[in-house]
């Protein structure tokens, strides 16, 4: 699969108090919609689709939320993709081989905005960030190696 475009088409992130006490942080990730995309890339053996994608986190109790829709445009084996789509027409669902990068993608993008997002309202990281700790001599001092 190669993915071929990507834009944000919601950017929404509210703050409705202050951060205080004990503060639970939840994600939605969803797929609202995978359709085939008409583009003339690739070879008669390929297939374009779009799918739209949410991310969503909400800080409980009611103190604010993000939300990102956007979408993300791709290309894949055309039997891959028919069948893909008559499963989604079917039970709106996606599996498999088209899934999983496809929610990578989605999730690495929407990850890093919503954190840039938190910071520019003054709520909370949205995900654990790495604690980095020293050991104490571990760092050697300076100019030797």
Do not use: C
């Not at 028919?82 to 929610?103: I, R, S, T």
Request: hydrophobic share 40%.
């Amino acid at each position: 699969m190669g993915i071929i475009g990507f834009t944000f088409t919601k950017i929404s992130a509210e703050k409705k108090q202050n951060a205080k006490g004990k503060i639970s942080v939840t994600h939605n990730i969803n797929i609202d919609n995978f359709e085939e995309h008409k583009l003339n890339l690739g070879t008669d053996n390929d297939k374009a689709f779009k799918v739209n994608f949410e991310f969503a986190v909400v800080y409980e109790p009611n103190i604010g939320s993000i939300t990102l829709q956007s979408e993300i445009v791709a290309l894949d084996d055309k039997k891959k993709v028919e069948a893909a789509l008559k499963k989604w027409a079917k039970d709106k669902k996606l599996e498999g081989d088209l899934m999983a990068p496809l929610f990578e993608f989605g999730l690495k993008k929407a990850r890093l905005k919503a954190l840039f997002m938190a910071e520019d309202i003054n709520l909370p990281p949205p995900f654990k960030l790495p604690d980095i700790s020293v050991k104490p001599n571990s760092v050697p001092p300076a100019g030797k190696k």
